[in-house]
């Protein structure tokens, strides 16, 4: 009986290790399906901003460009003003970013850590402004904007970023907040430390894990933005990347060669920072989960 039984265990064993072995490849074959599906995109955008229109309309959307027309990156940086487009981008994106995210540090610091009768009020307002859509406050801001004399002024832009992207930022940051121990607070405030010191040398170091999930998070919004910019900024001096994509289409004629230039301009910066990063989001979003 003992033999018998051994046997069945290694057999049990086996065919549960072989199970295991069919198991990992269908995941295998699935995720690499997964990520062909989300690249490919990428790589048809590559080909695409490499071709002239004869090429994009006669030829195969699956085609390789014969020559590559490299000269349609250099045609739309140096003709295109791009290069003026993307270095908006990368300053209003930046400001924006840091500003949203020290402002929502205050405002999640003062919701955790300080005892006032409205902060449950205004942590309820923050939460209800994530459901208003965007395009329903496109004429009040406009008219707010054209009375204080801010249309045509990346300042309108860099207002609206940080207006819808606190709720989320301080959404992000509270779970983190609520998790932090509250016993390295009591003694600096012991030792003599104000509330500004607390929160500048003391909480906001401790949170960077999150802060750089947040700051991710508003980059990518803040970078592909198009909708406000498109309503509130008519000079080209002040337009983003977003916008300056209809600089190649005419009337009559549009080059679909620049365009794809253009928008592969525009979407590798956050790629890069996003694939350096990616970590860091999941850090943050793990560290800024409710602890229990």
Do not use: C
Request: glycine content about 6%; charged content about 10%.
């Amino acid at each position: 009986m003992s033999s018998t039984t051994m046997k069945l265990g290694g057999e049990a064993k086996s065919g549960s290790r072989i199970g295991m072995k069919v198991g990992y490849a269908v995941l295998y074959i699935v995720l690499i399906a997964v990520a062909v599906f989300q690249v490919y995109p990428l790589i048809w955008l590559m080909f695409f901003s490499l071709k002239n229109n004869q090429e994009v309309f006669n030829l195969s959307p699956f085609a390789l460009p014969s020559p590559p027309h490299w000269e349609n990156y250099s045609k739309v940086w140096n003709a295109g003003n791009i290069d003026t487009y993307f270095l908006n981008s990368v300053w209003i994106t930046v400001a924006a970013t840091v500003l949203t995210i020290v402002f929502g540090s205050l405002v999640t610091f003062a919701i955790t850590r300080m005892k006032w009768k409205l902060s449950s009020l205004v942590l309820g307002l923050f939460m209800v402004a994530m459901m208003i859509p965007v395009h329903s406050t496109l004429i009040p801001l406009f008219s707010m904007f054209n009375k204080v004399h801010l249309i045509d002024n990346p300042l309108s832009l860099i207002l609206s970023y940080v207006a819808f992207n606190m709720p989320i930022t301080i959404m992000i940051l509270l779970g983190f907040y609520y998790a932090l121990p509250k016993e390295v607070e009591e003694a600096a405030v012991i030792d003599g430390a104000s509330i500004h010191t607390v929160f500048f040398r003391i909480v906001f170091p401790m949170t960077s894990s999150v802060l750089a999930t947040t700051g991710i998070i508003n980059m990518i919004y803040n970078w592909n933005e198009f909708i406000f910019v498109n309503t509130f900024i008519s000079s080209d001096k002040f337009k983003t990347l977003t916008v300056g994509v209809q600089n190649f289409i005419g009337q009559y004629t549009t080059d679909w060669g620049a365009i794809g230039a253009t928008l592969m301009i525009s979407i590798l910066p956050i790629l890069i920072t996003f694939l350096f990063l990616s970590d860091r989001i999941v850090e943050g979003i793990a560290a800024g989960s409710v602890k229990g």
